[in-house]
């Protein structure tokens, strides 16, 4: 009985060709300092502070009202600011024309980058809830209804940090990606509830899809309030809007 060893050229099957792309992704953030800051030390760090030193006034619940902005500042820093930079400056580089030119496609690098941060998110998510936990945070709410907040804030994010990276030169990208990540995290609703905020403003602010993403996750998990159409929404018609100029004006190279 002979072995055959010819070689047997061709490329590996779709998905696994996506998952590899993908695994290659979250490794290289999880290495990058900048990227681990953005979506772990920033939002734990925030959440310990605000949760233990009455700095802001939430009332005695202050790890109830702080958990869900600080998931809506956790997927904000993957899904939108990390995303945008890196992606931004492989474009610069011509890693991402390469990329498409090989047998993973865009269509499979755009589908590995979007497994990539969800696995970073999971992460993310894990040890916020694990530290809020510790802290005394009690969650309420239906879990689905989280789930599906969160899915349409990481489209939403995702589809305009897209259109950073796709549009603006890397520079530009880092800078402007910077800007929005420091002006959301002040009024975002994130750290402060927006019901801290006067009533005209608060009204205008809702209207962004970090206070959405915020104000959605607040309803349920801290007083399990049923499901917030308003903020699913105005998340909805953002993660449209974003996904569709992403799509139509992501240049490649």
Not at 126 to 144: E, K, M, N, Q, Y
Not at 160 to 188: D, K, S
Not at 215 to 238: I, K, M, N
């Given at each position: 009985m002979s072995l055959d060893l010819s070689p047997a050229p061709g490329a590996a099957p779709p998905v696994r060709r996506v998952l590899a792309y993908a695994g290659l992704e979250l490794r290289q953030q999880l290495r990058n300092g900048e990227q681990l800051l953005l979506t772990l030390v920033i939002p734990v760090g925030a959440l310990v502070l605000f949760a233990t030193v009455p700095v802001l006034r939430h009332g005695a619940d202050r790890v109830d009202a702080l958990t869900p902005g600080i998931m809506a500042l956790a997927v904000m820093s993957t899904a939108f600011t990390g995303q945008a930079i890196a992606t931004g400056f492989e474009r610069r580089y011509g890693a991402l024309k390469r990329m498409g030119a090989t047998p993973l496609g865009r269509g499979g690098l755009l589908a590995g980058k979007t497994l990539a941060v969800l696995a970073v998110e999971l992460l993310q998510l894990?040890?916020?809830?694990?530290?809020?936990?510790?802290?005394?945070?009690?969650?309420?709410?239906?879990?689905?209804?989280?789930?599906?907040?969160?899915?349409?804030?990481?489209?939403?994010?995702?589809?305009?940090?897209?259109?950073?990276?796709?549009?603006?030169?890397?520079?530009?990208?880092?800078?402007?990606?910077?800007?929005?990540?420091?002006?959301?995290?002040?009024?975002?609703?994130?750290?402060?509830?927006?019901?801290?905020?006067?009533?005209?403003?608060?009204?205008?602010?809702?209207?962004?899809?970090?206070?959405?993403?915020?104000?959605?996750?607040?309803?349920?998990?801290?007083?399990?309030?049923?499901?917030?159409?308003?903020?699913?929404?105005?998340?909805?018609?953002?993660a449209a809007a974003g996904l569709l100029l992403a799509s139509r004006t992501f240049r490649w190279e």
């Open positions: 894990a040890v916020i809830c694990g530290v809020a936990a510790g802290l005394g945070w009690r969650p309420r709410g239906d879990v689905a209804v989280v789930v599906l907040l969160l899915v349409l804030g990481t489209a939403t994010f995702s589809g305009f940090g897209l259109l950073l990276a796709g549009t603006l030169r890397a520079e530009a990208t880092l800078a402007t990606a910077n800007l929005v990540y420091v002006v959301l995290l002040v009024v975002g609703g994130i750290v402060l509830p927006l019901r801290t905020f006067p009533h005209g403003l608060a009204t205008a602010l809702r209207a962004l899809p970090v206070n959405a993403l915020a104000e959605g996750l607040r309803a349920v998990l801290e007083t399990g309030a049923g499901f917030p159409f308003t903020d699913v929404l105005v998340l909805a018609a953002w």
